[in-house]
């Protein structure tokens, strides 16, 4: 079941990219991701009731707590670096970067979890990976000046910050029940989210929003939310340095739903870097 859970995670994770690239053509990225974050509220408090693990709130220890929100607060800093990210450059070079946050989770998860099981193929599985995301990231000769590099700080930044996410909520979700622990950490993202567009003095665009381009944020929360409990439940209950790889099978969706909306076609080179990515992340599965 976990292993499934960590598929459905990868889909809704690359709908989330698709349909946030959409959402972000004229609304600022830091106002876009404090929306989607309500919408992820939202919906993540509405399992949690569906599920009855509200009343377990209390029975969380300051520890678990304590990590839950550290998490949280990667996750922000995660979001907001990749939207900004989104914003400035193509789906098809930021993801990858963003993808690359699973090499630091696996090597984190075998220090820190001694998860060590078939550490070789793990090894290999996370070179060929690492291999493929260098494949992938083409700067376009286009670029524009103003933009031409930022995009790719910003990714790396969400790399880091996402990596750090897994690690910290593996701890954090010991003893709490997925959905809770989901709902609370982005309660803290919400918060950290908003803070940010009140002193970037940004407020005022929220009135702004194009209207299609909020129902793309909004879509784009509604799948952040689906991937987020798959993948919770998925690393609640199984083993993180294959769940995390399994997650990030989500490029795949993203480059194919990439094709068909933004006609963002890979050269030879990235689609080798591609099927580098896959394979390596099949390969670190077993």
């Known amino acids: 079941m976990w292993l499934l859970m960590a598929a459905l995670s990868a889909f809704f994770a690359g709908l989330t990219s698709i349909l946030a690239k959409c959402g972000i053509k004229k ?83 075998i220090l820190l979890f001694h998860e060590t099981d078939h550490l070789a193929v793990k090894l290999a599985g996370t070179t060929i990976l690492a291999a493929g995301i260098f494949l992938m990231v083409e700067r376009k000769q286009e670029e524009k000046k103003e933009t031409q590099g930022k995009w790719i700080v910003y990714a790396v930044l969400s790399a880091v910050f996402a990596a750090l996410t897994s690690i910290l909520a593996k701890i954090g979700i010991e003893g709490v029940e997925s959905n809770l622990g989901t709902a609370i950490r982005t309660g803290v993202v919400l918060v950290m989210a908003w803070m940010i567009v009140f002193m970037k003095g940004k407020q005022k665009q929220v009135k702004e929003v194009d209207r299609r381009e909020f129902i793309f944020i909004s879509l784009s929360g509604l799948a952040t939310g689906g991937s987020w409990l798959c993948y919770y439940y998925a690393i609640q209950n199984g083993i993180v340095s294959v769940v995390v790889p399994v997650d990030k099978l989500s490029i795949v969706v993203t480059v194919l739903f990439s094709w068909f909306v933004f006609n963002e076609k890979l050269s030879k080179k990235a689609f080798a870097g591609l099927c580098l990515m896959v394979a390596g992340t099949l390969i670190m599965t077993i």
Not at 27 to 37: E, I, M, P, Q
Not at 56 to 77: P, Q, Y
């Open 27 to 109: 609304t600022d990225s830091d106002v876009a991701t404090a929306l989607r974050t309500m919408v992820v509220l939202v919906f993540s408090w509405i399992m949690v009731f569906i599920v009855g693990s509200a009343g377990t709130i209390t029975d969380i220890s300051v520890k678990a707590m304590f990590f839950l929100v550290l998490s949280g607060l990667a996750t922000g800093a995660s979001w907001i670096c990749y939207f900004k990210a989104l914003s400035l450059g193509d789906v098809n070079k930021v993801v990858p970067i963003d993808k690359s946050s699973t090499v630091l989770s696996v090597l984190l998860a």
